[in-house]
């Protein structure tokens, strides 16, 4: 694939970053077959041959595929929620420089790799620059990097970019952006089989039918200001009248339940580390944290029976979104970048797949009813 004597023994682990949930793709890119392979196996192998240490960065412990190489060190995520989150985990588990790449490039080259590495001499990251493009995910993370990342997704910032001002990088020119192309898109899959002259074949999507153990979760983003609640007052109606349960989470950045001089109150007081208070037609629990909780431990925890968690917020956590996005609100753009979202709610002439307007609450709910497999009829 390229001269063998590309050397890349400055760095002991080489880490494949497949905690993605590959919303534009519209299935798991992991499993992309090219040449016979799947994108997983195929940047597996290609890290085991470069470097004696593999890792493998996923959001959880369910995302790791069956038939995984033994020695292939799985790093679930401390906190899901952006790339940003998986260098710092597995930064956390080695403590020491480690090679991430992301798991959908589709040709990644030994020569490009060792470049990086050796540029890694004197700071804290080593990256490629390709085409006036900073290529993150093709990069020599040291254990420097760390708590300032920590610090970073403390403040909410799931960036990379808002990790290099922070530390010391260097940035190694390529002429070629070829070994950085990675797929995103059902357009990005068929330039990467036009590229290798495979047959194109588009993507299989598959959407599993709803299970009543694992309830769908949506998260509703946008813009401050932009309707979000008022689109989830218009939602949840329509889905309890195709007979589902339906649960809804709403993120804050504090809150107070506890009535100063009420007996509960006075049990938190007390030191109680959790409190319930219960009447015949009312349950309120109330746990005492040290860290934020995940939406997936929210959901696995408090709505497991349920049919449908909507959740207001959670944009890099919730496996399927839709935002609304208000023009009265004074945004120049959504949030959402062409193809995050499975539909845009919006009286904006934005060119969307699937786009609808203020108004259309109700038709919203049966094209979700209908995309996510909620299986209810009206």
């Known amino acids: 694939m390229t001269p063998a ?4 023994r400055r760095v002991r682990i080489g880490v ?54 033994g020695d292939v060190i799985v790093v679930p995520d401390e906190r899901p929620g ?17 090679f991430a790449m992301a798991a959908d490039l589709t040709a990644p080259e030994r020569e490009a790799v060792a470049r990086v590495v050796e540029s890694y001499a004197d700071v804290d990251v080593s990256l490629p620059v390709a085409d006036d493009h900073l290529e993150p995910l093709h ?11 920590r610090r970073l997704l403390d403040a909410g910032a799931h960036s990379i970019l808002d990790l290099f001002p922070l530390v010391r990088v260097a940035r190694v020119p390529f002429d070629e952006t070829a070994p950085f192309f990675n797929v995103n898109t059902p357009a990005d899959w068929t330039e990467v089989q036009r590229r290798l ?19 769908v ?28 349960r339906v649960g809804a989470v709403k993120r804050v950045a504090r809150f107070a339940i506890d009535t100063p001089g009420k007996d509960s ?55 399927d979104v839709i935002e609304v996005f208000r023009t009265a609100a004074g945004y120049e753009s959504p949030v959402c970048e062409p193809g995050e979202s499975l539909a845009q709610l919006t009286d904006a002439g934005i060119d969307r797949e699937h786009r609808f307007g203020l ?11 209908e995309r996510l497999g909620l299986g209810a009829t009206a």
């Open 139 to 149: 990069a020599v993370y040291g254990p420097g990097c760390l708590q300032p990342m």
């Open 16 to 69: 494949l970053l497949a905690g993605g949930e590959s919303r534009r793709m519209g299935c798991d890119k992991r499993g992309l077959l090219l040449q016979g392979e799947t994108l997983l196996q195929r940047n597996l192998a290609f890290l085991g041959g470069l470097f004696p240490v593999v890792g493998l960065s996923v959001r959880s412990t369910v995302q790791v595929p069956a038939g995984l190489p």
């Open 197 to 215: 002259g495979q047959t194109v074949t588009p993507p299989l999507v598959r959407r599993p039918l709803r299970r009543p153990e694992k309830p």
């Open 5 to 8: 004597g590309a050397d890349v």
């Open 82 to 98: 952006s790339p940003l989150a998986g260098l710092a985990s597995v930064l956390g588990r080695f403590g020491e420089p480690l």
């Open 217 to 244: 979760v949506l998260g509703v983003v946008g813009r401050p200001n932009s309707g979000k609640t008022t689109l989830i007052e218009q939602l949840i109606p329509e889905f309890k009248r195709r007979g589902l």
């Open 265 to 319: 109150w006075r049990h938190s007081q007390a030191g109680a580390d959790a409190c319930a208070v219960a009447s015949p037609s009312k349950l309120a629990f109330v746990e005492l944290r040290h860290k934020e909780a995940s939406l997936e431990e929210i959901v696995t925890r408090y709505f497991r029976d349920y049919d449908l968690v909507i959740c207001e917020g959670y944009r890099r956590e919730a496996p």
């Open 359 to 369: 108004d259309q609450g109700r038709d919203l709910a049966q094209f979700l009813v």
